[in-house]
């Protein structure tokens, strides 16, 4: 009978080391917060996006990074890519400002109102924190690069 304890017992202490080990790789995975590109679909790390906020106080779409005020930015958020373009993919589109609309709230009969298009200094300021540089056509390489 107590080697039938011990056996038992081995086999509670794997199974607590594995949920301790669960529990270790799921607390890994909360720290790595991943958001959604609203126009490549891909997912990244929250830290490497561009987060725009409507913010629902003043009714404008504001760039995280802005002005130090933007923490205290309070609103339906969508992330970008920092990449040419994407920027120039939703700004197209209209991905981003459904992402900023959102569902119509329950309370409410009507939807946020998202002013479109974005103001053109909310667009460079976009366009100035993009990692992704575009060449403007083939024949910008020199013949010493062939």
Same mark, same amino acid.
């Given at each position: 009978?107590?080697?039938?304890?011990?056996?038992?017992?081995?086999?509670?202490?794997?199974? &607590? /080391?594995?949920?301790? +080990?669960?529990?270790? =790789?799921?607390?890994?995975?909360?720290? %790595? #917060? &991943? /958001?959604?590109?609203? +126009?490549?679909?891909? =997912?990244?790390?929250?830290?490497?996006? %561009? #987060? &725009?906020?409507?913010?629902?106080?003043?009714?404008?779409?504001?760039?995280?990074?802005?002005?130090?005020?933007?923490?205290?930015?309070?609103?339906?958020?969508?992330?970008?890519?920092?990449?040419?373009?994407?920027?120039?993919?939703?700004?197209?589109?209209?991905?981003?400002?459904?992402?900023?609309?959102?569902?119509?709230?329950?309370?409410?009969?009507?939807?946020?109102?998202?002013?479109?298009?974005?103001?053109?200094?909310?667009?460079?300021?976009?366009?100035?924190?993009?990692?992704?540089?575009?060449?403007?056509?083939?024949?910008?390489?020199?013949?010493?690069?062939?």
């Amino acid at each position: 009978m107590p080697e039938k304890l011990s056996g038992n017992s081995a086999l509670i202490e794997e199974m &607590l /080391r594995s949920a301790s +080990a669960l529990h270790a =790789e799921k607390k890994d995975k909360t720290k %790595l #917060r &991943l /958001r959604l590109c609203v +126009a490549c679909r891909h =997912e990244y790390a929250q830290s490497e996006l %561009l #987060r &725009l906020t409507f913010d629902y106080k003043s009714k404008s779409i504001r760039l995280k990074g802005e002005s130090p005020q933007d923490r205290l930015l309070c609103g339906r958020s969508a992330y970008l890519c920092p990449k040419l373009s994407c920027v120039d993919q939703c700004l197209k589109g209209n991905r981003l400002k459904i992402a900023l609309e959102g569902r119509k709230p329950k309370n409410s009969g009507t939807k946020r109102q998202v002013a479109w298009p974005l103001e053109s200094q909310l667009i460079h300021t976009m366009r100035s924190k993009c990692t992704e540089i575009l060449e403007t056509c083939q024949n910008t390489h020199s013949k010493e690069d062939s």
